[in-house]
């Protein structure tokens, strides 16, 4: 059998039609049977004697030359007619010049029985081989198409029950897997080799009224007998079966333009042909390089229709006809150009195999029959009684249901493995109770706070980055657990409260100090830190005259120390950490609060001020109060200082004003002629100096009272750092601690709770207090006026410890 292998190239016979005057001076057959060489020496067509001798040379598959019919289909077509039989798509195709014998190739003298050619002889192989193959089912169906001036004609629409041509035409149409069909071409089951025959013929008379009727020449056209083979094993009671197509081409002549000097409609059909021949030439030649991955199929119905019949997956053979006179060399050196153009076209045949659904299920439902009896056997064998391997019921649903829940509340320890069924239902309910969590938690955040997703708080996370997080403010080291400024990271939840969104207009310069304080650069002197108390500005004021002290504004509130809070997520506790690893992609940055969790901080904060914490809340309040109230005191104060001030300014103007206008009038004398004041100058005189003692007097308070403040802000300072680590070490052995070191810590336990971590770090802040206590009474008693600095310096170094030991200065500054 001449099946092609995969990378194979298409098969290329040459066939000669026999002639008395057959230029053997021209045309030589090599003895190998396969090449041919062409000597030309003149241009026979422009007459001129070209003296030079040129010579080609072609080797092709084979020579048919003086060959029966027998012989030509037993080389040509009998592989391919095999092969379709086994399920490979098969194409045999003639080309070559008008009367080089196409159509006795292919169809042959239908007159005469011996000389039919491979069309007949084909069919009836087809129908002796279906005969022998008793194991297999065939169907085979015929088609019959005429391509005529780029027009479909089916050959065979004539034929009894024919169904006809749809109202859309006929049409080359692309069928899913590449393959091509034409749309409205009628197919006709056959059974035996001569109702083949019968459509053979009755296309072929078909071809000849067509070609009168239109006074066309049936050279003109080309024609393509399709056999279409369906094939199923009958001893494998198999869902597969194997199609194919069998293409029998009889192309119109070759002939060009310029050698039968056509006009009219011969030149009209000249031109189809040869641009249906060019387009099969260059679709060859596209299919013939590797490299191209498209090939310019549809420019015509030929190459289209052929499309699925030409290289590629299919067994192709061509018999290039020449007629070898003289005369016709050119022709002859043509056709045999486009031979060899032809034979660098490789074939990959594929058996065209299927599968028949319905046949397919029928059968996978037998072998899961088989499987369940085996599994009944085996689990009898292992003593497993009364096993199902159906689908789920809803109830046995339900039970898996329950178990995963009790599994996840702790009352059932572990979940038995049944059956792959069960253990997939197992997932699927864990998957679904991770999923509800995820909805409750993220209703939950919702009520309580602002969520931003993080692309939406770009600026947010510019303002994180301005704070000046280095990536260790705010993190409790340890425990992956802090509010506060955190870690950058490439998930960051950004968690505003409703009352502290305000907080975040803080302007500018209250930030700025806080980042300085933050990256612990120490002010030098004369650095403002902070803008906000006056009792800070106290230092510049008393540098410049007081007047240069601007006029206080209204009390401002308290600077919200932090007001965003970035928290990476997966920080805040394991079992988010989990559910984000699980769910990465479609978790929007949300917290995840278990209830097994620690609570939240600032909860937890609440309850420690109005339980263990409340007495150091209190005196917190207190301080407060009195700073507040101290701090208004100073305004007022500050609000005289400068009322005066400008009250002495205008006086002493006016006295001098009045003392230069005296003086341009000449003295003032008394009746001693002593000079004198008179009475205007003296009231201004004495005016000013009660005005002076008033504000000497107001700014003595004025220093007193900014001492007040400054005092009562370290109180609250010292308050608020107090209550805060107090809380953290609570909160940490609360919440934090391994269950046994809380065991230690508790009541009658080697431990006093609280004890140990607040002593310790009630050590560190009591020392640094004292210290700077001891210094500034020192420096105060060379210079009192120093106070200011002093105090705003302590302030800055206790904010930088504060805030690198605490991560809760956001609640407690927003008090
Ligand atoms: P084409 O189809 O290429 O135009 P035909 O098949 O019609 O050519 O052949 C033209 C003539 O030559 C026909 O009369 C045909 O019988 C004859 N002929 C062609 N080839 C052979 C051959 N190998 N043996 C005998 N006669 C042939
Ligand atoms: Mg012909």
């Known amino acids: 059998m001449m099946i092609a292998h995969p990378g194979s190239e298409v098969r290329v016979l040459i066939r000669s039609r026999p002639t008395a005057n057959f230029a053997q001076e021209l045309i030589e057959y090599l003895p190998d049977g396969q090449t041919v060489s062409v000597h030309q020496r003149k241009d026979s067509r422009k007459g001129v004697v070209n003296n030079q001798l040129s010579s080609w040379s072609f080797r092709l598959d084979g020579v048919l030359h003086d060959v029966s019919q027998e012989e030509v289909y037993g080389r040509v077509g009998r592989g391919v007619v095999l092969g379709a039989l086994e399920g490979y798509n098969g194409t045999v195709m003639c080309f070559g010049q008008t009367g080089a014998g196409k159509t006795y190739t292919m169809t042959g003298a239908t007159e005469n029985y011996k000389q039919r050619g491979i069309i007949p002889r084909a069919l009836q192989e087809v129908f002796h081989e279906v005969e022998q193959r008793s194991d297999h089912a065939f169907s085979v169906h015929l088609s019959f198409l005429e391509i005529y001036n780029e027009t479909l004609v089916d050959l065979l629409a004539s034929v009894r029950g024919c169904p006809g041509v749809g109202p859309g035409g006929m049409a080359v149409v692309e069928e899913a897997g590449g393959g091509v069909s034409v749309r409205g071409l009628s197919l006709h089951p056959v059974h035996s080799e001569e109702a083949a025959l019968n459509l053979l013929f009755e296309g072929e008379m078909n071809r000849i009224i067509g070609a009168h009727a239109l006074n066309k020449n049936s050279s003109r056209s080309h024609c393509i007998l399709t056999v279409h083979i369906e094939s199923r094993s009958r001893t494998l009671s198999d869902a597969k079966y194997v199609t194919s197509k069998l293409n029998l081409v009889d192309l119109a002549g070759s002939e060009r333009l310029g050698k039968t000097g056509s006009e009219g409609q011969v030149l009209k059909e000249a031109m189809y042909i040869n641009k249906s021949l060019s387009f099969l030439e260059q679709a060859i030649l596209a299919l013939a390089d590797r490299r191209r991955d498209h090939v310019p199929f549809r420019q015509t119905k030929l190459t289209h229709a052929l499309k699925d019949s030409l290289g590629g997956n299919c067994n192709t053979v061509l018999v290039a006809n020449i007629y070898g006179e003289a005369s016709q060399i050119e022709e002859t050196l043509s056709t045999l150009r486009f031979a060899s153009r032809m034979k660098c076209v490789q074939m990959d045949p594929v058996v065209n195999e299927h599968t028949d659904p319905v046949l397919q299920v029928r059968k996978l439902e037998k ?15 292992a003593n497993r009684m009364g096993m199902s391997y159906d689908t789920l019921s809803e109830t046995q649903v339900a039970e898996i249901q329950s178990q995963v829940r009790r599994y996840l509340e702790g009352s059932l320890d572990e979940i038995n493995i049944v059956s792959i069924r069960q253990i997939q239902e197992v997932f699927a309910q864990f998957k679904q109770a991770v999923q509800q969590q995820e909805q409750k938690v993220k209703a939950q955040l919702c ?22 997080s280095q990536g260790t403010v705010g993190v409790v080291e340890g425990h992956g657990f802090g509010v506060g400024l955190a870690v950058p990271s490439d998930r ?5 409260s409703p009352g502290r969104t305000k907080a975040i207009k803080t302007k500018e310069l209250a ?5 300085e304080a933050v990256e612990g650069r120490s002010p030098g002197p004369g650095k403002q830190v902070e803008s906000v108390n006056p009792v800070q500005r106290d230092r510049e004021g008393r540098e410049h005259d007081t007047q240069s002290q601007e006029p206080q504004g209204p009390q401002e509130p308290l600077r919200t120390e932090y007001t965003h809070t970035y928290v990476p997520l997966y920080n805040i506790c394991p079992v988010y950490y989990m559910c984000y690893s699980m769910h990465r992609d479609n978790m929007s940055d949300l ?59 205008s006086t002493s103007t006016a006295l001098h004003q009045w003392r230069d206008k005296r003086q341009s009038q000449g003295q003032f004398v008394s009746a001693e002629g002593v000079p004198v004041l008179d009475e205007a100058e003296l009231s201004l005189t004495l005016r000013l100096r009660e005005l002076k003692t008033q504000y000497r007097q107001q700014y003595e308070e004025l220093r007193g009272t900014k001492a007040e403040v400054s005092y009562c802000q370290h109180l609250v300072d010292q308050c608020r750092t107090r209550l805060l680590t107090e809380f953290e070490s609570w909160y940490n052995e609360s919440f934090l601690l391994p269950e046994e070191v809380q065991a230690m810590l508790r009541s009658g336990g080697p431990i006093r709770p609280g004890l140990v971590p607040v002593y310790k770090a009630l050590a560190l802040e009591e020392d640094e207090q004292e210290h700077f206590e001891r210094l500034r009474y020192e420096l105060l008693a060379d210079s009192p006026s120093a106070i200011s600095f002093y105090n ?19 609640w407690v500054m927003n008090e």
């Open 367 to 381: 072998e899961i029959q088989l499987l369940k009896q085996e599994l009944s056997i085996h689990n009898t064998l």
């Open 447 to 468: 009520q309580n706070y602002t969520l931003v997703e993080k692309a939406q708080s770009t600026a947010g996370s510019t303002a994180a980055k301005s704070q000046g």
């Open 492 to 496: 960051h939840i950004r968690l505003l």
């Open 511 to 515: 930030s700025q100090g806080r980042k």
């Open 591 to 649: 917290v995840f609060l278990p209830s097994s969790s620690p609570p939240p901080k600032a909860e937890a904060f609440e309850d420690f001020k109005a339980e263990r914490g409340s007495e150091i809340n209190r005196i917190l309040k207190e301080n407060k109060v009195v700073l507040l109230e101290r701090r208004a005191r100073l305004r007022e104060l500050t609000e005289c200082v400068n009322t005066a001030k400008r009250e002495i300014d």
């Open 792 to 810: 705003a310096q302590y302030r800055t170094v206790q904010r930088v410890s504060l805030v690198q030991t605490n991560t809760l200065s956001l």
